[in-house]
């Protein structure tokens, strides 16, 4: 069974940082994980996705909202998948969620179907 666990999340104030991180345990024969992502959700609003990278690291994704200020790295050594976010803004705040797609297809974009997923860790922004 797998398991994403996230971390790092909190307050801070506009203009500064936050790293997330996501760690992966546990693991499935049933099929290949391609791609890793982060996805969040405000209060009131849809999830929406944020970036993700495929497994060989290859294929990269960021929401225009991000780009730029956001970067999407893994370590899969240490099972280990980041996301620094630097000149936060007050619409970043929302619930962040590591998610994994395993099977289907290579694809790793921001609409494709992730089937695994984290708790999720919370972001605030404000001053």
């Known amino acids: 069974q797998v398991q994403l666990v996230e971390s790092g999340g909190g307050s801070v104030q506009p203009g500064g940082s936050l790293r997330l991180s996501c760690s992966v345990s546990?693991?499935?024969?049933?099929?290949?994980?391609?791609?890793m992502g982060w996805f969040r959700q405000a209060p009131g609003k849809a999830r929406e996705g944020v970036a993700s990278?495929?497994?060989?690291?290859?294929?990269?994704y960021y929401a225009d909202s991000v780009k730029g200020r956001f970067t999407i790295s893994q370590d899969n050594a240490k099972n280990t998948l980041y996301l620094q976010m630097n000149s936060l803004k007050p619409d970043d705040t929302a619930m962040y969620y590591c998610?994994?797609?395993?099977?289907?297809?290579?694809?790793?974009?921001?609409?494709?179907?992730?089937?695994?997923w984290g708790q999720g860790t919370q972001v605030t922004v404000s001053s």
């Open positions: 998610a994994a797609k395993y099977g289907g297809s290579a694809y790793c974009g921001l609409t494709s179907e992730y089937n695994t």
């Open positions: 990278i495929s497994t060989g690291g290859g294929s990269i």
């Open positions: 546990g693991y499935t024969y049933r099929s290949y994980r391609y791609c």
